[in-house]
């Protein structure tokens, strides 16, 4: 007997009305570049914010109250989905406003980084509403296969190409082991939308030997889009090599699209087994936090640093995750967002410092910050205060919130551990604090930058701060989406 076609409607295709007014923005803005060319890069720039301001109206505008789901299964439009999607937008929008400066007197700010940049953007809104492992498996090659070509975006660079290479290969190991476990899930669930496996999994209709085979695939690819250890080799090598503007869009939106990745398939998906990928995300978070902050003390070079940081932060994402909890996941999402807004800032404040000719990627180069510029320091200051989780900043409650949760599941050693690296990981946020602030500096040269950028990291660095003084309304936010 045949099957019935779909037919869509409009009720079927408005909740995804972002995404595809983001993918028409893309290929409108290669149009646009194509016939402008060089003259037109401005112009270019402007509507590639624009689409990303279009995008969070369109996503405000078709926003539910509750979850639905379309497409034959393959969307889901919930609120939790419209609040990522929305502070991805944010995070994009900043992060090229912060890059425009640095891609100009390298003459790299072309109409092709910024389709990339939205096509990147486009890959974590399928991940975000994502309704079966097809559309997660879509969007995360959308979003890989662009940000691949950001960081080799500058082809006479050679140390980026490596990058991009090393990036590629680990990429495409974890997508197939990501795959290989997928088609193992329909294999003993006979579905893959996250609905019918989690309808599977409940009424114990999968055989648990093949489910928790598929699941350790699972858990790989979840764990080498988050950059955890033991799949953390590529992302220092990336945020070195790459130029900084790609390490900061690397490290900023992508990380929402990695939160939701885990959401749909762990959360969602495969809840009906959470004691099975509890104990694996408790050995990776552990080593995560481990090795993220051990390592990052012995760097030189702040984007190593940073990226060792991030692999720390990581393992702080995933205690709340592990957690299996709704408060666990409303803490997960909460470092998740406060994560993104602290090191979108610290990397604002590394392509501030960088001219022409100069990266200020090494420590020393903050040698006596303060002596150049008060203000900007003092932004810096809250970075690393924030990144340290020191109060009176954001990153004191985001802390909080993920130890308390695994504290609620009787994980007291986990807490433990996660406090003792907590301490470990203040000693080299603090250098730099120490190095800008007590040391001579290196350079008395003044630092040129426009009047936007200075005034979005001002806005970004005090955001740390006032979400610090009064965290009660993303904490309310976060709540209100995962109840």
């Not at 699941?215 to 033991?230: R, S, T």
Request: neutral net charge.
């Amino acid at each position: 007997m045949e099957s019935t076609p779909m037919v869509l409607t409009m009720a079927d295709v408005l909740p995804a009305g972002a995404e595809i007014f983001v993918g028409l923005a893309a290929c409108l803005l290669l149009l646009v570049d194509a016939v402008l060319g060089d003259r037109g890069r401005n112009a270019v720039f402007v509507l590639a914010i624009a689409s990303l301001a279009g995008a969070a109206w369109v996503s405000s505008d078709v926003a539910v109250a509750a979850r639905t789901v379309v497409l034959g299964g393959h969307f889901v439009a919930d609120p939790m989905g419209t609040v990522l999607k929305l502070f991805a937008y944010g995070a994009a929008a900043v992060t090229l406003l912060y890059s425009r400066d640095y891609l100009e007197r390298r003459e790299l700010l072309k109409g092709e980084y910024l389709v990339l940049a939205l096509f990147a953007v486009l890959g974590i809104q399928v991940i975000v509403s994502a309704g079966s492992l097809l559309a997660l498996y879509l969007g995360i090659e959308i979003m890989s296969l662009s940000l691949y070509a950001m960081v080799a975006f500058d082809r006479e660079d050679g140390v980026a190409a490596e990058s991009a290479m090393k990036y590629f290969v680990l990429g495409a190991i974890a997508s197939g082991a990501l795959l290989y476990g997928i088609s193992i899930l329909y294999g003993v669930t006979g579905s893959i939308r996250i609905d019918g496996i989690a309808a599977a999994v409940a009424g114990e209709g999968a055989p648990a030997i093949g489910l928790l085979f598929g699941l350790a695939f699972i858990v790989v690819g979840v764990a080498f889009k988050f950059g955890a250890v033991p799949f953390h080799m590529w992302l220092p090598d990336v945020y070195h090599g790459a130029p900084t503007p790609v390490t900061l869009f690397v490290g900023s939106a992508p990380k929402i699209a990695s939160f939701a990745l885990a959401m749909r398939v762990l959360a969602e998906a495969l809840g009906g087994v959470a004691g099975a990928w509890q104990e694996m995300l408790i050995v990776i978070a552990a080593l995560s936090m481990i090795v993220g902050n051990v390592v990052a003390i012995a760097q030189s070079n702040i984007k190593r640093m940073l990226a060792y940081s991030t692999i720390s932060h990581v393992g702080f994402i995933l205690l709340g995750v592990l957690a299996g909890t709704a408060a666990g996941y409303r803490a997960a999402m909460f470092y998740t967002l406060t994560y993104v807004i602290t090191t979108t800032a610290a990397f604002g404040v590394v392509l501030w410092l960088s001219r022409k000719g100069f990266e200020a990627d090494a420590l020393e180069d903050y040698k006596g910050l303060n002596r150049r510029s008060p203000w900007f320091a003092f932004v810096m200051l809250l970075v690393m205060f924030g990144l340290a989780g020191v109060p009176p900043t954001v990153g004191f409650w985001a802390k909080l919130q993920v130890i308390a949760a695994v504290l609620d599941v009787n994980l007291t050693w986990l807490a433990a551990l996660a406090v003792l690296m907590s301490v470990i990981g203040a000693f080299y946020y603090l250098r730099i604090v120490k190095l800008m602030y007590f040391d001579e500096p290196t350079s008395t040269s003044p630092v040129e930058s426009g009047l936007a950028v200075r005034l979005m990291l001002s806005v970004n660095g005090l955001a740390i701060l006032a979400l610090g003084l009064y965290p009660g309304a993303l904490l309310r936010l976060c709540e209100h989406v995962l109840p």
